[in-house]
């Protein structure tokens, strides 16, 4: 038996991963990599004036060292400031889907979304070192999220049973009384100006 015979009869491998796994995370580090390279290039750019604000260059070479200088300062702290926030910002975020991760598989799907907010709330001010009137607010503020995230899922789930219903009720009346049935709700809607 030939290698290539036995490769054959293996089944490939395949391994599905949840979109939410890898998107929030992903966002949060391209977020985090934006906001600290901007902070970032700013302090490093205030912090290198201040620095040197007390022996200006006198001549043309010195103004083109000086601010050669800086500007590699400034990238470097730009660099810096966007590893520090994309890493702070990444583990809050995959700290989310950990949190909501944990709660399906504990049975706890209806509060998902807000134990996620409330203890994503909290790893951030924890994270970020905020005094605990911040961490306060942060966790108020991902509960809020959660409860709208919640809010949400619970209005999307509703929309489609309430779609799922009426395609079955399209289906059970046949094609044509369907169409008469949609059009007939679609003029008494125009008339009171109500929307489907």
Known sequence: MSSTEHDDELPPIRITIPERYYLLPGAAIIVGTTI???RGSRTASLRFLAEN????????????????????RV???GLKGAGADATKLGLTAAGWVIIEEGCT?????????VAAGLGTGTL???VYGLPWAGIRRTTGL???IGGTLRALRWSKEYLRERAAARTQAATAEGPAEAVEGVQEAAEADK???KRT
Do not use: C, I, Q, S
């Not at 022996?55 to 010195?62: A, D, E, L, S, Y």
């Open 142 to 144: 991902g509960v809020l």
């Open 53 to 72: 604000a007390h022996r200006p260059p006198k001549t043309v070479r010195g103004w083109y060292l000086y601010n050669k200088t800086k500007n590699y």
């Open 191 to 193: 008339g009171t100006g």
């Open 124 to 126: 951030f001010g924890v």
């Open 105 to 113: 598989r504990l049975g706890l799907d209806d509060v998902r979304e």
């Open 36 to 38: 600290g390279l901007f």
């Open 75 to 77: 990238l470097l702290g």
